[in-house]
């Protein structure tokens, strides 16, 4: 039973351009929520991250928005860079004490130049 | 600055061997996670630690333990592998379990067996 989905492997966008990035959850406990980007070989980097409390959190060319009534967040980077190419996972976790984040399947970026 | 440190970065074992991993918090980290991630699959949490206790627990096979050490280090033990068990093992760190909203990840340890 996936609690975090990410439904699309793989995202192609224009240098330049806004790429969205998107993440479904199922559990309504979740109250924390990461974005991590994976290069290969390298182990995944924390990018943004966003409180249940809040509906939108952002950090320069990166943009995480929450719907919580939806259960489903986003991530937005604009403009998008070739560098930006990458596996992006977005992580949940709910507070049973200890932050055991639950991980979608990731979504493969490429951004062209 | 410094990051959370794998060792080795690659193993290859055959089945029913045991084999180590070895995590190195970054300093003044005292909590670490352990992450399996199979072949296209994402990260499943195994197991945690914080102050040298074990905090929480996932899916963690019986032929697996884990354990902090007094200078926050841990080591991840397999034992019986299978073939199953080959995956990218990937330890994080936090400061403190209140912290542990932003996880640090390491390089991670590609364990591949045979």
């Known amino acids: 039973d996936q609690q975090v989905k990410q439904n699309s492997p793989s995202l192609s966008v224009q240098e330049g351009r806004i790429s969205i990035l998107n993440c479904d959850y199922t559990n309504s406990m979740f109250d924390y929520f990461l974005w991590y980007k994976k290069y290969p070989a390298e182990g995944p980097t924390f990018l943004i991250s966003i409180s249940s409390i809040k509906d939108k959190n952002e950090d320069g060319r990166f943009t995480v928005f929450l719907n919580k009534s939806a259960k489903h967040l986003s991530l937005h980077i604009v403009p998008s860079q070739p560098g930006d190419s990458a596996v992006y996972f977005c992580?949940?976790?709910?507070?049973?004490?200890?932050?055991?984040?639950?991980f979608g399947t990731g979504t493969r970026l490429k951004v062209l130049a | 600055a410094a990051g959370v440190i794998q060792s080795p970065r690659h193993l290859i074992k055959e089945k029913r061997e045991t084999a180590t991993l070895k995590c190195y918090p970054i300093p003044r980290h005292d909590t670490v996670y352990w992450y399996q991630q199979g072949p296209g699959q994402d990260p499943q949490f195994l197991i945690s630690f914080y102050e040298k206790m074990q905090s929480d627990k996932g899916s963690i096979p019986d032929r697996f333990s884990a354990q902090q050490f007094s200078d926050y280090h841990s080591e991840l033990n397999m034992s019986s592998l299978e073939l199953g068990d080959s995956a990218l093992y990937f330890c994080a760190s936090s400061s403190g379990l209140a912290g542990g909203y932003e996880q640090y990840f390491g390089p991670g340890t590609r364990l591949t067996v045979t």
């Open positions: 992580a949940a976790s709910s507070p049973s004490g200890t932050y055991k984040y639950i």
